[in-house]
């Protein structure tokens, strides 16, 4: 089992920045030079959308929306992943989770493809 643990979400102005952290513990291993890991969000109503990944190659893939604006990192010595989010939108809000776990290695923005969520953390960006 692994666990996640989102943090740094918040309200924020447009134009804005914010930095969010996803902690992984448990069952971490991986014999490929990163662990897939990826960041979606979801607002009610809609489906739960790819925003940022890093994958078993440590590249980072982006949702076109974000592109530019996010940047995704991973450090495997802390089993974290991070999301800095700068030239904020108000359509960027949205409860924000990460993911671990593939299922398979190609296609990291899809959430169906991984086994383990964390709880969440909301981000509003207000115009």
């Known amino acids: 089992q692994v666990q996640l643990v989102e943090s740094g979400g918040g309200s924020v102005q447009a134009g804005g920045s914010l930095r969010l952290t996803c902690a992984a513990s448990g069952a971490i291993s991986s014999t490929y030079s990163c662990y897939g890991m990826g960041w979606f969000r979801q607002v009610p109503g809609k489906e739960r959308e790819g925003v940022a990944a890093?994958?078993?190659?440590?590249?980072?893939r982006y949702a076109d929306s974000v592109k530019g604006r996010f940047t995704v990192s991973q450090d495997n010595a802390k089993n974290t992943l991070v999301l800095q989010m700068s030239s904020l939108k108000p359509e960027d809000t949205a409860m924000y989770y990460c993911?671990?776990?593939?299922?398979?290695?190609?296609?990291?923005?899809?959430?169906?493809?991984?086994?383990?969520w964390g709880q969440g953390t909301q981000v509003t960006v207000s115009s």
């Open positions: 993911a671990s776990g593939l299922r398979r290695l190609w296609g990291v923005l899809d959430s169906h493809i991984y086994h383990y």
């Open positions: 890093i994958d078993t190659d440590c590249m980072p």
